[in-house]
């Protein structure tokens, strides 16, 4: 008989889920009781656990073994059936999503802290997705942190670490463990969504692409699917094995972060195609040879060529955006006939309309994007819809992107972070900006005429829901836009995210440097909110 323990503990009142579940840094998820109390206010405040199915697993990142363990023997102990894992406890974000549907599972906890760096040093995220597969919405997030604030126990069983290693099966107590290839079902998947034959030939026609998985957790899904299903040389795929601390490296796929991969493909004999993932696979990188496509985009590209792909060949029922990505998108939906949804940021807010069947794509200007495949963005996806997109069209990635521009305008994007100031000035920061609205339409800043100005508040179009304070944005006349708010994601001091942008209809002036271009957009965020002043910096800490 397994014996089944309850701890008592004082409660933790730091444990309040984020953009996308709780993150902080590892040595804060180290303390004794704290991913238990977490993990127990998860089990307490999901109906329907006693009995239930649970998908689990993570990116691999530094801490993923030693809280996997934790987290079985927490759910056994709660009366969890069935739980379903990766093979050492891997799974990326949208593969994890693909399980909890395809599985039937009541959901799914997720260990992931993204983008953020790993290792004894680095973050760590522990999230929690319901049965659509996708993040926990709102409400269900507050009531775990609520529960966090009052509980005064946690129930484990008292067993060994069990082997995961390998697929197969094991048990604690009465909860029997699958063990899963992280890859299969995903990949199948991916054979079901994209023209596979398409890509497949223009493999073998000698199309080279270099995919940089930053030795994250998407290294075994794109060398299997790029090099072993879709026959891309060994070696297309770089930094391909999952390792706990990345390498030392953020595995943020932007210029910034994703710089060798840039430089190559800036460079002389670039491949024709070059790609990159994050932690956890649902963020993407796209770059063509000479030029790299902005996020906000590849969203709006993706929008216009879906149909060449298998599953999109019918057309799309709609599309969706988070605040801060770039408009670039509802020109193509215009251009389309199709409704267009700006959502706040993070993908829970997607899945209601993806459930719904309101759109079929979706997409956020920190390099995420997605479908109703799943209820996360995926990294893998978006780069093998990319591809079925060259295979069918047979013009290079930059062609397809320019000749884009020439038909829908070029919406030029950049996004300014300010990491690690220190909360309060940031908090002053918004608080006074979202104070001083009601008086900016009509003003000029940097050459620039406030045409509106709102503090963003999203209403749900499918259950009602209300939420609010989700971002400052200042339309000017000039067909510019920049929108202010706090990063939740981030686990020291606060981020401060500036998102630029300005359209360009012109043709004759698509070849500009986007600094050049927003060089007003930037001077007038500045004027409006006074970031150099407040925050002493003279920089963003990264451009992208
Ligand atoms: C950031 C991005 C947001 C994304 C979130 C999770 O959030 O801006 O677009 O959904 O990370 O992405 P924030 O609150 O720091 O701006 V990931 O790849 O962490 O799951
Ligand atoms: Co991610």
Redesign the pocket.
Known sequence: MTEIATVSVTPFLDQRPGT?GLRKKVPVFQQPHYVETFVQAILDSVEGIAGATLVVGG?GRYFNREAIQTILKLAAANGVAHVITGSGGLLS?PAASNLIRRRKALGGIIL?A??NPGGPDGDFGIKYNVSHGGPAPESLTEAVYARTRSLNGYRIARAPDVAIDAPGRTAIGAMTIEIVDPVADYAAMMEQIVDFPAIRALFAGGFRMRFDAMSAVTGPYAVEILERRLGAPAGTVINSVPLPDFGGHHPDPNPVHAAALMTEMMGPGAPDFGAAS??????NLIVAPGLFVSPSDSLAVLAAQAPLAPAYAEGLAGVARSLPTSRAVDRVARALNLPVYETPTGWKFFATLLDAGKITLCGEESA?TGSNHVRE?D?LWAVLLWLNILARTGKPAADIVREHWAAHGRDYYSRHDYEEIDTAIADALMADLRASLPGLPGRTFAGLTVKAADDFTYTDPVDGSVTARQGVRILFEEDARVVFRLSGTGTSGATLRVYLERFEPDTSRHGLDPAEVLAPVVAAADALAGIRARTKRDEPSVIT
Do not use: I, P, Y
Not at 278 to 283: E, L, V
């Open positions: 996308s990116d974000t992931s993204s983008h994050d932690g956890d696979g649902d963020r995420g963005k990294g």
